[in-house]
């Protein structure tokens, strides 16, 4: 297949070995991966906070480097940003763009997938060949687990990974506490939450917190850091992306 990667706003400023990652585990998997380079973010943030209109030359902006019928699927690295591409680009085009848009902004969203999705339901694995000597412990992002509903996909690929010890997360399913500029609005409440989850994440002793969106792992990496607990955190990518030759990740210890 040929593969579009959306590297999303924060992967491309803040996390660019996940993005790395995600193309060198799909390149890995015989996939054609392409990088249409006038990419810009998903405008997820405007729309969250009621600036819908500002969101169109993004959505169409969007529409335009993926929709094109050459790329058969689009596969971004985070639930967050394919949540919104699916579930908001086109309500804003229909409410501030042309049927066109409407059309197109559709066409690329229908094909448009998080990263464990593309992997479970569309390619048919859950062995990706993948080595991390690690225990690992893994969080699933509200957007992934509530909008997308991926489920226990990223669970099913992690267990296949060699030498990884997978621990399961106390009340894994409760929110980090990001949400974005929700943990700028409400900073109280969301450090109340990132506390449980850090509390809930050192009781299973592991070394490495895994999720699928770099979003929560960097609230949840820099709680853990503050707190000099010697846990590291982790996209799942670049787990996947991991041999016995190249372990894309190793655990960070503050002291």
């Not at 985070?78 to 804003?92: P, Y």
């Amino acid at each position: 297949m040929r593969v579009a990667l959306f590297a999303t706003c924060l992967g491309d400023s803040l996390f660019p070995e996940a993005v790395k990652a995600t193309a060198i585990l799909l390149t890995r998997l015989g996939q054609e991966v392409v990088f249409p380079p006038g990419q810009t973010c998903c405008g997820q943030m405007h729309v969250n906070t009621g600036y819908q209109a500002d969101a169109l030359p993004l959505v169409r902006n969007y529409a335009a480097d993926f929709a094109d019928e050459s790329i058969d699927a689009v596969v971004a690295p985070s639930g967050s940003c394919v949540g919104s591409v699916r579930h908001q680009h086109g309500t804003v085009a229909e409410h501030h763009g042309t049927p066109a848009l409407r059309e197109r902004a559709g066409r690329a969203g229908a094909k448009t997938y998080e990263l464990a999705e593309f992997l479970v339901d569309v390619l048919g694995v859950t062995d990706v060949g993948a080595y991390f000597p690690h225990r690992v412990t893994y969080h699933p992002t509200c957007h992934s687990l509530r909008m997308l509903r991926v489920g226990d996909k990223p669970l099913r690929l992690l267990r296949q990974v060699r030498a990884l010890d997978l621990v399961t997360l106390p009340e894994a399913e409760q929110c980090c506490g990001f949400g974005g500029t929700f943990a700028l609005k409400n900073s109280e409440t969301s450090t109340a939450m990132l506390a449980d989850k850090m509390s809930n994440i050192a009781a299973t002793d592991a070394e490495f917190c895994c999720a699928g969106d770099s979003s929560c792992l960097m609230h949840i990496g820099g709680g853990l850091s503050r707190l000099r607990t010697g846990v590291g955190t982790v996209h799942l990518a670049q787990i996947l992306a991991s041999t016995e030759q190249h372990v894309l990740a190793e655990p960070e210890v503050t002291v």
